[in-house]
């Protein structure tokens, strides 16, 4: 059984706080989530209650993943209050740590995030840069994976993050009857860019939705730039502007992803040689899918196919 540990500061953010036990909850019972504040009593939400916590910070010492929900943060200038950075020091060298949207807060005032990659909510940027200036912060993804270390954007992201934290260590299938039971997305494109505040656009302008569905549902053919722009009836130049404004990434970018996404999830739930997959997903060959997985994941798709086939 896996430990989940989430963490309640003072002022933290409800519905960020009950993100973990709901979706790791829906896990089919490979995880155990349980709650905890700096001191054992109840935590102060940033809404109009308190909610009773039934552990100290002692849990954390026990915890396989700690995840950090945000809260509201010290006045400017103030540090990191006292307890916190005490409960943190409890966790355990290896233990999985992952903060949601302020949560970032406290791992980078604590060094954890000195020279790593993170993220947090986009409207936070100038003043997490200006506070943590050795953290390598994106501010236009929904969340980082840098191994023992998860930092994700605001609200939602939580959601995302807890599912990819399912989808890495157990696969696709059970993230994605997780995803579905919980009435979300499995897997949302692109970043936070399409969320940050941009100056209303002309009402003659359109989204590329339709072609993202439609490009979807065509992955196995060589879909090129043009092709899509076509299908969007926009020149390339706009098509790719737009893009990245709704979605955070390019076309081409994005269209790898998917190809990526796809052909984890014929890995995880078929036989089908490499090579047959690649076709499928859109990869001209095995080679060129072994090279973007490895990119992605870090792993061959044999290896990854031994992880989530093994006892089936």
């Not at 409800?14 to 709650?35: H, K």
């Not at 939602?156 to 599912?163: E, P």
Request: charged share 20%.
């Amino acid at each position: 059984m896996h430990r989940v540990v989430v963490l309640a500061l003072d002022g933290v953010y409800p519905f960020e706080l009950g993100i973990p036990a709901r979706i790791f909850g829906a896990a089919d019972g490979r995880y155990e989530v349980s709650t905890c504040s700096v001191d054992g009593r109840p935590a102060r939400t940033n809404a109009d209650f308190t909610i009773a916590v039934g552990h100290g910070p002692e849990l954390l010492r026990t915890a396989d993943t700690v995840v950090i929900p945000p809260f509201t943060l010290p006045p400017a200038g103030e540090p990191m209050p006292e307890p916190v950075v005490a409960a943190l020091a409890r966790i355990r060298p290896g233990t999985r740590v992952v903060s949601i949207c302020t949560g970032a807060y406290v791992l980078a005032a604590t060094g954890r995030l000195d020279g790593r990659p993170a993220t947090t909510h986009w409207a936070m940027t100038d003043e997490f840069r200006r506070l943590f200036p050795q953290v390598r912060l994106d501010p236009n993804v929904l969340f980082v994976d840098d191994g023992d270390l998860l930092t994700s954007a605001g609200a939602a992201s939580g959601v995302d993050i807890c599912l990819h934290i399912i989808r890495t260590d157990h696969g696709s299938a059970l993230a994605n009857r997780v995803a579905r039971l919980c009435v979300v997305p499995p897997w949302r494109d692109g970043g936070q860019a399409q969320y940050i505040e941009q100056p209303v656009p002309r009402p003659a302008a359109t989204s590329t939705a339709a072609t993202r569905q439609w490009a979807l549902e065509h992955l196995d053919e060589p879909l090129s730039l043009v092709d899509l722009a076509n299908h969007a009836r926009m020149p390339l130049r706009t098509f790719n502007r737009k893009f990245r404004d709704e979605v955070g990434v390019s076309p081409g970018r994005w269209l790898i992803q998917q190809r990526v996404v796809r052909a984890r999830q014929l890995l995880e739930c078929s036989d089908l040689p490499v090579d047959r997959i690649a076709g499928q997903v859109g990869f001209a060959t095995g080679a060129s899918l072994r090279q973007h997985l490895h990119a992605a994941i870090g792993v061959s798709p044999l290896r990854y196919r031994q992880t989530f086939q093994a006892g089936q």
